[in-house]
């Protein structure tokens, strides 16, 4: 093939047809999956499908999604969190130690957590970035170490394994409605979470495809050395993704201890595969350099969905993980053969 | 430098683009370059010889900045110069198409073209990647090499080798370069497509940039090329210009002509008339290349 022909009417247009522009899209395969399980689950039961139904579903859905677009991000920048999962805990933790024992204003708390988990998506970064060793093996070690500290601090300073009585801080309740509180829509209550995880899912899908760093994300992911040498400042994009997915774990956490008012040392613990799940139900790929917010968001949609649909449905719910493991399976599948046909050599 | 009659000679059309003079390069005890002196005008073609473990790539790093000689000068323009990061050269006008071409597959090609460089819009929390102007400019620039992209935003995986090439050159030349290096270009592809990078390379040339073109193979070198530097194990076989070489003796010197007539007298020396006649095969196979 001579790449020089300067025809009017290109022959090679025409391959690139619409059915191949949709399946090269990360995210398509996780759309038509959540199509499919809705579909199926609206058959199989009434109060699936009715608005409480979709309220708690949405709310399952929104809980993991939080967490599994930021994860998306960093898995599309070539990395993984297993301490993405814990995190959620200790920023609740934290929050929680701060203001009912410590006794600092609830804010200052929110702030300082914040700060606190910052560092610790800094150091994960840091690490990964300075030592050349798979995130896998550093964020093993942050997961380990931080569930010890988890629980350590917690039954050191609460002499229990939980923390409570948020809900009787002072500033609980103007809190409460940012994180909490619920949406009233055609009689059932909707939790204002899933707002927070649209938003987040918009403005992951901005920073990644309209923005130099979203550039710099598929860069490093897709080929770190190729990247440094154009000048992408790929160590720099790395720490500030594993920051990123801190936050996301400081503001599900806070969430969560907001909403109940109380939470548990172990929280969050074994939720960091599931993350990754979800992205990579949304299309990302293990290797990095391809996978979009809205496919993660969508796997969670799938995750969420199914845990829900299953109790609606009336079935026993220890089938739940089987259901998720053959999703899993499909999806990497399915992902392992849209990209050999998206780097499919037309030579 | 500093003097004032130094800086008009400098600006004389005689004047080499880029010049390296007895530039030597170790690393610990081991000679990678000693005393490699060469020169690159403006819309000429240098190309740079030798086998594996000649030093070529020893080279690119020491012009593109990655690494320093440790003796020896460079000159741009007439000025000696000193970079110290790739970022150096490159605001020397001079830019590097690595083997790997700095390329991600997974990304579109308009991506590609200005990763590292890209134009955005916008300000505060707004400012983003301007995808309008970054397609039109990667369309304009590639068709400028004479190639019509079909489809900006598919993905670099899915060009041919020669293309992929055209794409990391366009991007060197938009970006400022006026003296590109390609390492090995060619090495990893098919007859055809080698063709179409020798044509890129002319095109380059014709438009008044400077090429130092990086080959282990002479039949890619010659055609293109207006003078060759010819390395071996570190040392210099001499620096020629076109007229001073003929393709055969460049093909003679590059196969290490005396070497291969050593080799084949030992194997005629061998009991057995075949390991002698390979021997003999070989000596007339590398006179009669070309």
Redesign the interface.
Known sequence: MTATTVTPADERVVAIGLVRRLLVKPEFGALVGAIVIFVFFAFQSDVFRSMDGAANWLDVSSTLGTMAVPVAMLMIGGHFDLSAGVQVGTAGLATGIMTTYWGLQLYASLAMSLVLMLAIGFVNGFLVTRTGLPSFIITLGMFLGLQGLNLGFTKQITNTVQVSNLDLVPGYHSLNNILGSTVTIGGAKFQIAIIWWVAFTVIASYLLLKTRFGNWIFATGGDPNASKNVGVRTNRTTIALFMITSAAAWFVGNTQIVRFGTIQAQSGIGQELYFIVAAVIGGCLLTGGYGSAVGAALGALIFGMTQVGIVNAGWNSDWFKLFVGVMLLLAVLANQFVRRFAEQSRR | MSDPQITEVTESADVPMLEMRDVTKMFGSVISLFEISTTVRAGQVTCVLGDNGAGKSTLIKILSGVHHADHGQLFVDGVPVRFST??DALDAGIATV?Q????????AIW?NF?????P?KGWGPL???D?ATAKRITRQEMGEM???I??PD??V???????RQ?VAIARAVHFGARLLILDEPTSALGV?QAG?VL?YIVQARDRGLGVIFITHNPHHAYPVGDRFLLLKRGRSLGDFAKSEISLHELTRLMAGGAELEALAHELEREPGADAASVGRELLRETETLG
């Open positions: 790739p970022r690595f790997d071409l700095a390329m991600v597959p997974l990304m991506r200005f990763l590292g460089s890209e955005t400012r983003r990647f995808a004479g190639i019509d079909r489809d598919q993905p995986g899915t060009l041919s080798g020669g293309e055209s055809k179409v044509k």
